[in-house]
């Protein structure tokens, strides 16, 4: 049982430069997250999806993007990347039940750097 | 918005000591409160959890307590051992959708 997989684990880009980080879980999970991680900071909420076709905002959602169009995967878009983008991506998933959906299942991040 | 603050930063303690880590919320209708650990490399995974209509709850070594009046809740691990050095981090929230967490702090048991 792989969980929450991400891709790639460390990448360097350019400024100006876009990418995808990639996610997708083998849970049958609806509902999907991506977070990110400065040094020395809590996780903060880029942006959400409670099922595929539906994405909202989290805290911080400038300069990124998403979409899902499948259960499985939920893919996290930087169309014209920044330094202040440097930080660890985590994505995440949780079940669908009132009882369980707060119980979040992370990835193993995605440290990306912008230089 | 909420605010949640994490104390301390980093912890050291001696194998089998306790450790207790803090944290406070600012949002008094905040009703959930996870504990994640983060061990190096690899994504947090949820260890323990409380709702706002129970004081304390109990994991075998692992225990969280939550004062509602003060706004504050705490982990607490007993009798630790090397594999509990990790980053842990507090959350907060009254919506399944938004979660705030806690800065991290970073446990070192020394064996």
């Known amino acids: 049982n792989a969980g929450v997989t991400q891709t790639p684990k460390f990448r360097i880009l350019k400024i100006g430069q876009s990418m995808t980080l990639q996610c997708t879980q083998d849970m049958n999970h609806n509902y999907m997250y991506w977070y990110r991680q400065d040094p020395g900071m809590g996780l903060k909420l880029i942006y959400y999806?409670?099922?595929?076709?539906?994405?909202d905002k989290g805290e911080v959602p400038n300069g990124y993007n998403v979409s899902r169009s499948t259960t499985e995967d939920f893919p996290l878009r930087l169309e014209l990347a920044a330094p202040s983008q440097t930080s660890v991506y985590f994505c995440?998933?949780?079940?669908?039940?009132?009882?369980?959906?707060?119980?979040?299942?992370f990835g193993s991040g995605t440290q990306l750097s912008v230089l | 918005g909420e605010n949640v603050e994490q104390h301390p930063s980093t912890l050291s303690v001696q194998e089998g000591d306790s450790a207790v880590i803090k944290c406070t919320y600012s949002?008094?209708?905040?009703?959930?409160f996870p504990w994640y650990k983060q061990e190096l490399g690899k994504g947090p995974q949820l260890i323990i959890d409380i709702r706002s209509n129970v004081g304390e709850k109990k994991d075998q070594r692992i225990a969280v307590t939550l004062n509602k009046t003060a706004k504050h809740f705490s982990l607490h691990i007993t009798e630790t051992q090397p594999e509990d050095s990790a980053v842990y981090f507090c959350a907060a929230s009254k919506n399944f959708n938004k979660f705030y967490f806690g800065s991290g702090t970073k446990l070192n048991v020394k064996p």
């Open positions: 949002d008094s209708a905040s009703n959930y």
């Open positions: 999806s409670v099922g595929a076709g539906i994405t």
């Open positions: 995440a998933s949780s079940y669908s039940d009132d009882r369980d959906r707060e119980k979040l299942f």
